[in-house]
């Protein structure tokens, strides 16, 4: 550590926190020194020649000198394979157990000496020096795993992977988590560490607070999901490859994956992008569904300081005609940041200013932090010490470090005793009168001056009763909590679904809830950014998320709010948030044309709220994200692949949001069919590229030819659907299913087509027994087109 970054540690949190934090960060670095020694001499190993193989169901072992591997393909058709002998449990990314073995995929000889696994949707061939290679049931390779290499302390210890894969020349990679800098995962190298970036972040910051080792990749031999489910710190070194390159023939792309340890093993999930997205939701489990009040508009802002100046905003809202469904309490709220309590002064009836936002339609919830104030005295530190909640350094001592409140202790999610401990203390929350909660700062975050922020690599951790350290248990610690909330909630209340979003999580976060972007900086770039981890987030399993609308930090112009906002109407999550020193994030703050904008957006997302109710149901039962690439239904498009600047909403309409300064137009690329702009119902033809007027009032909304979507209706109708006239000869339709309320009753899903007869749309419902009529009101759209 230099001198400026004594300074900036001490400007950031005070000097009095800010000297803490430096103290803290010697200290892990201490632990860390005693604890973890060197590696010394290490020894490489790879498979070596194959020996023999024994067949199981759906697979088997084929052993190799050195090593061995465990092959398994599922009756869907997702495969799993491990090396060493590691098995698809223990696993925090699994629902549950993994799937059954098909019985009719046998483990066979294969040419030159290998073996393979055939089965009807995919096929997996060993070759006789451990490579392993995914292919189409036509025999198309979609992936090649070259052996791989481990790196093994002479004198014992953990050893570290590598493994080298190959993917089609014309493939584009997608996921990994959260990345500022996607959607596309261009050429460069991707850290697997969640890591809180120490301040606002834009497209060039990496890592971020959620890493999965999560790989889709798109190609025209199909699109298939890898995931290598090993949760130490690792790196993903990605090019893509090259067609006719050098000689001509093609490069292909490449993914190399680092370990530092931990198990080297791997699923593969392949088909179309809807089917590769199902079976990872199957295996990883349904995404939770949000309350229906989650998918109006929220607000939020780290400062609110009293109950006054919340019903100043709220106020604010109704008084401006502006729907408001949920707002947000920061740490400011606490007292004296203390997780799970209150500042009397600030808000003295708490319980009684939720009740009175209820009544007015508008749900309040708290922000909660993992670390705990290291103080006794303090309520939920004198009952986690009790408990044996705390983490712990090798000599059973806590691990301490610096928030929020102080010095601050942390509890083991990994450990399910804790989780429950920690699930009951949401009822204090609930008493408050909070309807849900988000998740902050739980990478965890330890306040430091140099290096990561975050608990020493040698603190231990339960893991489920296996014991470990810090090193396999940092990444899904948000995820951990996650499930303590989730399932504390759930306990509380279990009428109702939880409402519980999380800065930090892992692979299967979404059976506990959502995610939003963190601190994004407040600029062009950082709006970019936003639609980018979205996209992202969502292509590997994680429907529910949306950034800062404005910003986290700065004060963005007029302009760069309202594009913000006009693309955030259109995402999941949708919330205004800012810090305390970033000015204010209410429409009206932004002048009367702004005002005026964003009161449209607001109305054309509440008359959405019907599309969006559906597509959340539609997320938990299939996986699709409810924001999904412009090449979702057509992967084969390579030009749509490169398309990072629009999105679809469900398979109805295509967003494309601006994301440029001064900007009146925009292009936008267009999948095969019709589509009809729907602000002036003029019909376009895709595939292809136009170009559209996006004035400041609106961004370019676009809804495919046929579509039939829910909407709110007019007047006393709760319910209409909106028809978009299919093409001549052509026949549409379209998904609805009705908001059953935030608890648990089952929904149905209602199916209806659309045709165009005699130059009318005739629109009717699909059932089991045939064709009915609609039974709905509904508005065709685009006859004039």
Request: net charge neutral.
């Amino acid at each position: 550590m230099d001198g400026r970054e004594l300074v900036r540690s001490v400007k950031v949190l005070g000097s009095v926190q800010g000297l803490r934090a430096v103290r803290s960060a010697w200290r892990q670095r201490r632990t860390d020194a005693r604890a973890l020694p060197p590696r010394g001499a290490e020894r490489a190993r790879v498979p070596g020649p194959v020996g023999d193989a024994e067949p199981l169901p759906g697979g088997g072992i084929v052993r190799f000198a050195r090593s061995e591997l465990r092959i398994s393909v599922s009756a869907g058709g997702t495969v799993f394979w491990g090396w060493d002998g590691a098995g698809p449990l223990p696993s925090y990314a699994l629902a549950g157990d993994p799937p059954e073995p098909d019985p009719r995929a046998v483990l066979e000889p294969d040419t030159d000496g290998g073996w393979r696994v055939v089965s009807e949707r995919v096929t997996v061939a060993v070759s006789r020096h451990g490579a392993v290679e995914v292919r189409t049931p036509g025999g198309v390779a979609l992936r090649r795993e070259l052996p791989p290499r481990w790196w093994e302390p002479v004198g014992g210890g953990t050893a570290r992977w590598a493994q080298r894969s190959e993917v089609p020349a014309d493939a584009r990679f997608f996921g990994l988590g959260g990345r500022a800098s996607g959607p596309r995962l261009r050429d460069g190298s991707y850290r697997l560490w969640n890591t809180d970036p120490k301040g606002s972040f834009a497209p060039g910051d990496d890592p971020l607070y959620i890493t999965m080792p999560v790989q889709l990749v798109v190609s025209d031999a199909g699109t298939h999901l890898a995931f290598y489910d090993d949760s130490w710190d690792g790196r993903v070194t990605l090019a893509e490859g090259e067609e006719g390159a050098g000689s001509g023939h093609d490069r292909p792309g490449t993914s190399e994956v680092r370990m530092d340890g931990g198990p080297l093993r791997c699923w593969v999930v392949v088909g179309t992008p809807a089917r590769v997205l199902h079976g990872w939701a199957a295996l990883t489990g349904a995404p939770a569904l949000p309350p229906s009040w989650a998918l109006g508009p929220q607000h939020a802002r780290w400062g609110f300081g009293s109950e006054r100046e919340v019903r100043r905003v709220v106020d604010g809202y109704r008084e401006r005609g502006l729907p408001l469904s949920a707002l947000h309490l920061d740490i400011d709220h606490y007292d004296g940041h203390r997780v799970f309590s209150v500042d009397r002064e600030r808000f003295p009836d708490l319980p009684g200013l939720a009740e009175e936002l209820r009544e007015r339609g508008v749900r309040l919830v708290s922000i909660v932090d993992p670390a705990v104030k290291a103080e006794p005295g303090d309520p939920v530190y004198d009952s986690g010490r009790a408990a044996g909640a705390f983490v712990r350094d090798d000599r059973g001592e806590e691990v301490r470090g610096v928030v929020w409140p102080g010095e601050c202790a942390y509890p083991d999610f990994t450990d399910p005793v804790v989780r429950t401990w920690w699930g009951r203390l949401y009822e204090e929350r609930l008493k408050q009168g909070f309807s849900g909660v988000w998740h902050d700062m739980n990478e965890p975050v330890s306040f430091a001056p140099f290096g990561d922020q975050t608990l020493p690599r040698s603190a231990r951790h339960c893991l489920e009763g296996r014991g470990g350290d810090h090193r396999e248990a940092h990444n899904v610690y948000g995820l951990a909590m996650a499930q303590a909330g989730y399932e504390g909630l759930r306990m509380l209340r279990p009428e109702e679904r939880p409402f519980l979003f999380t800065r930090s999580g892992w692979a299967g976060m979404q059976r506990y809830g959502g995610t939003w972007s963190g601190d994004v900086s407040s600029g062009w770039p950082g709006l970019r950014a936003s639609l980018a981890l979205v996209l992202g987030l969502g292509l590997c399993g994680v429907p529910y998320s949306g950034p800062d609308v404005g910003g986290f930090d700065g004060h963005p112009s007029p302009e760069l709010f309202l594009r913000w906002y006009q693309l955030g109407a259109w995402l999941p999550l949708f919330r205004t948030h800012a810090a305390f020193d970033a000015g204010r994030r209410e429409p009206w703050e932004f002048g009367s044309e702004v005002l005026a904008h964003a009161r449209a957006a607001l109305a054309e997302r509440e008359r959405m709220r019907p599309y969006f109710v559906t597509l959340s149901r539609l997320a938990r039962m299939t996986g699709a994200p409810y924001v999904r690439p412009v090449w979702w239904g057509t992967p084969e498009d390579r030009a749509l692949r490169d398309c990072e600047d629009a999105f679809l909403l469900g398979d109805s309409l295509l967003v494309a949001p601006v994301l440029s300064r001064g900007a009146d137009r925009r292009a936008v690329r267009l999948p095969r069919g019709r589509w009809y702009d729907t602000a002036t119902g003029q019909a376009y033809e895709g595939p292809g590229q136009v170009l559209l007027d996006a004035p400041l009032s609106r961004v370019p909304v676009l809804a495919r030819a046929g579509a039939v979507i829910p909407v709110r209706g007019e007047g006393e109708e709760e319910l209409a659907l909106e028809v978009w006239a299919p093409a001549a000869g052509r026949t549409g339709g379209g998904l609805v299913v009705r908001d059953t309320g935030d608890g648990w009753e089952p929904a149905e899903i209602e199916r209806y087509q659309s045709r165009l007869v005699d130059g009318r749309v005739v629109v009717e419902r699909v059932t089991e027994a045939g064709v009915e009529a609609a039974g709905l009101p509904v508005r065709v759209r685009g006859l004039g087109g």
